[in-house]
């Protein structure tokens, strides 16, 4: 028989207590020393701080790529099961719904995205989820335009403001998203009007993104137009005497068109269990405002207070149903704005 001296049985009652210790332990991300796989086509310089933040506090080691949304997904259905991602982090419900209906997100059950999220701002069955909000709303010049004249996004086709409306183009997701939610809302035949008045009352072709819109409008072409909030805070941000002011329309109606930027876990992720607890963290108090202020985004969650900034432009009543609807009706959507002459 095999005989320890003292010191060797001492080791290794040692060592069985620590291997029990470490059994019965609850697996975290530090005691697990995970590593997910990230696609994101939220910009590095918007993500990165956030998940380095959730690093530093859990232990959990990341890899991030950046890349078009377009890009992004059409890289997850050709990998397959062979994905290395785990989470995948997109702007516009309406990409996120289209990442669901082509398989390459996985549906998940969680109490903390039901509490933290509000029920629109997220898929039904669990895909995907909002981290936050952005509003697109109207956008005037305060030298011209006197708030009490504006109402809602319909009432910008009518007469008055015959030349003197500006949009971007509907190439973008983030009209396509709104005019699809107009559908949901007025139907088919009433949205066709809105967008046929829209148009006859342009005052320039149609421009490439909200900056110029907004450039427009502060430089007399235009006297309204329709644009994210982010992008007339960053404008502001730079030159803050510029002729511009916000207006909240349909208060007393649907309310706001808002979108989100969102994420869900990968069908394939190696490491389901650790992506959805950095999307629930991601859903909390603590990193709401770490994702959305930078980008002078609200937070989805409507426990956290906005940014400062975010928070002069007031509140306003926001439109309610399911975002998914911006992905069910999208390509009815381009299909009229299309047959209405929107370019």
């Not at 669901?100 to 039904?124: Q, Y």
């Not at 803050?240 to 309310?255: D, E, I």
């Not at 937070?299 to 940014?307: D, F, G, Q, T, Y």
């Amino acid at each position: 028989m095999c005989r320890l001296n003292v010191f060797s049985r001492a080791c290794l009652s040692l060592c069985c207590l620590l291997s029990l210790t470490y059994f019965f332990l609850p697996r975290s991300p530090v005691f697990a020393a995970e590593k997910i796989v990230i696609y994101s086509a939220r910009n590095e310089h918007l993500i990165k701080p956030v998940l380095d933040r959730y690093a530093k506090e859990t232990g959990l080691q990341y890899e991030l790529f950046t890349d078009k949304e377009a890009a992004l997904l059409v890289r997850l259905k050709a990998e397959g099961k062979n994905s290395p991602a785990d989470l995948l982090i997109t702007v516009d419900a309406g990409n996120l719904w289209h990442a669901a209906r082509e398989g390459v997100l996985k549906a998940v059950d969680s109490k903390i995205l039901k509490t933290n999220i509000p029920a629109h701002l997220r898929d039904a069955e669990g895909y995907w989820t909002g981290l936050s909000i952005r509003a697109r709303t109207i956008v005037y010049n305060s030298k011209v335009v006197k708030p009490s004249v504006l109402s809602s996004y319909e009432a910008l086709g009518d007469p008055a403001w015959k030349k003197r409306l500006c949009l971007r183009t509907s190439n973008k997701v983030y009209n396509q998203s709104m005019v699809a939610m107009m559908i949901h809302a007025l139907g088919e035949k009433k949205t066709e009007a809105v967008v046929r008045a829209w148009v006859a009352n342009l005052a320039t072709p149609v421009f490439s993104n909200d900056t110029q819109v907004l450039e427009a409008i502060a430089a007399g072409q235009c006297d309204v137009g329709i644009v994210n909030t982010y992008y007339y805070g960053r404008l502001l941000r730079d030159k803050p005497k510029l002729p511009l002011a916000l207006f909240w329309p349909n208060q007393n109606g649907r309310g706001v068109h808002v979108n989100i930027s969102g994420a869900g876990v990968t069908r394939h992720s190696k490491h389901p269990e650790a992506a959805l607890r950095l999307l629930e963290w991601l859903s909390s108090a603590e990193a709401q405002n770490l994702f959305a202020d930078d980008n002078l985004e609200y937070p989805a969650n409507p426990k956290v207070k906005s940014a400062p900034a975010v928070s002069t432009w007031g509140a306003f009543k926001q439109d309610q149903a399911n975002l998914a609807k911006a992905g069910e009706l999208q390509q009815a959507a381009i299909r009229l704005m299309d047959r209405m002459g929107y370019k």
